[in-house]
C-alpha cells in the first residue's frame, strides 16, 4: 500500500516568511510524529500525535513552531516567521499504535531552506 | 528527558567483516529501540528492532541485544557487504516519543 507522503519535497523561502508542510500517514495509523534533521546530523524529536490525545509537543523549539492534526489522519506543521537555522528537513512518520513499541514508517522529508 | 549516546560517528570495515555499534540510554523507563538505516538522501528506514522485555533479536545477518541493567543496547552486522553501507541510527521510545543517537557513517570497502 501507499507509504508516508510529504509535500512540498523542496522549500525555499525568505528568512521571515511563513511555511506550511504537510504529511499524510499511512491509511488507519494512529500515531504520527514530526521529526527534524539537520544536514549531516541526527533526527530530533518535534511533535507526536497519539490518536485522540493531546499531542506532545515537547519537541517544538520555539512557539514559532506549531502543528496539527485534522480528522485524526493528515498533519501540517506551521514554521512562522522562518529563521536560517530552521533550515533543515522535515521528516514525519506514521505508526499503527501509539503507545511506543510499534514501527514508525517514515515520509520522505521536506527540504526547507530559508534564505 | 532520554538522552542517547551512540558511538562510534564512524566506521570503516571489510567487506566480509562484522561490524558492531553501541548506544547508551539515559532513561530507565525506556521500552522500544528500533535502529533505522539511512542511505544518503533518502528516509529512514527500520531495519530492526527490540523491546525491553527481550535481551536479544537476530534478522539474518543483523543482531541486536539490549542489557536494560547497564542501558546499553547494540547493532551487530555480520558478512558486511558493500550495500551495508550508510548511516545508521538507533533510538530509544518512552511512550513512542524516539530519542535518535547522532548516526553513524558505516563505510565498507571491497
Known amino acids: 500500500g501507499a507509504g508516508v507522503s510529504q509535500s512540498p519535497s523542496n522549500k525555499v523561502t525568505e528568512k521571515g516568511k511563513d511555511v506550511e508542510l504537510r504529511c499524510d500517514p499511512i491509511?488507519?495509523?494512529?500515531?504520527l510524529y514530526w521529526y527534524r534533521q539537520s544536514l549531516g546530523q541526527g533526527l530530533e524529536f518535534l511533535i507526536y500525535?497519539?490518536?485522540?490525545?493531546?499531542?506532545?509537543k515537547s519537541g517544538l523549539p520555539s512557539d514559532r513552531f506549531s502543528a496539527e492534526r485534522t480528522g485524526g489522519s493528515v498533519s501540517t506543521l506551521t514554521i512562522q516567521r522562518t529563521q536560517q537555522e530552521d533550515s533543515a528537513v522535515y521528516l514525519c512518520?506514521?505508526?499503527?499504535?501509539?503507545?511506543?513499541?510499534?514501527?514508525?514508517?517514515f515520509g520522505p522529508g521536506t527540504r526547507l531552506t530559508v534564505t | 528527558g532520554e538522552n542517547v549516546e551512540q558511538h562510534p560517528s564512524t566506521l570503516s570495515v571489510q567487506e566480509g567483516d562484522s561490524a558492531v555499534i553501541k548506544c547508551t540510554y539515559s532513561?530507565?523507563?525506556?521500552?522500544?529501540f528500533p535502529w533505522y538505516k539511512q542511505e544518503l538522501g533518502k528516509r529512514p528506514q527500520l531495519i530492526i528492532d527490540?523491546?525491553?522485555?527481550?535481551g536479544e533479536k537476530k534478522d539474518q545477518r543483523i543482531a541486536v541485544t539490549l542489557n536494560k541493567t547497564a542501558k546499553h543496547f547494540s547493532l551487530h552486522i555480520t558478512e558486511t557487504q558493500p550495500e551495508d553501507s550508510a548511516v545508521y541510527f538507533c533510538?530509544?521510545?518512552?511512550?513512542?516519543?524516539?530519542?535518535f543517537g547522532a548516526g553513524t557513517q558505516v563505510v565498507v570497502t571491497p
Open positions: 533510538a530509544a521510545s518512552i511512550w513512542g516519543k524516539l530519542q
Open positions: 491509511s488507519g495509523h494512529t500515531a
Open positions: 532513561d530507565s523507563a525506556s521500552n522500544y
Open positions: 500525535f497519539q490518536g485522540n490525545s493531546a499531542p506532545d
Open positions: 527490540i523491546r525491553s522485555n527481550v
Open positions: 512518520a506514521s505508526s499503527l499504535v501509539w503507545g511506543g513499541i510499534d514501527e514508525q514508517y
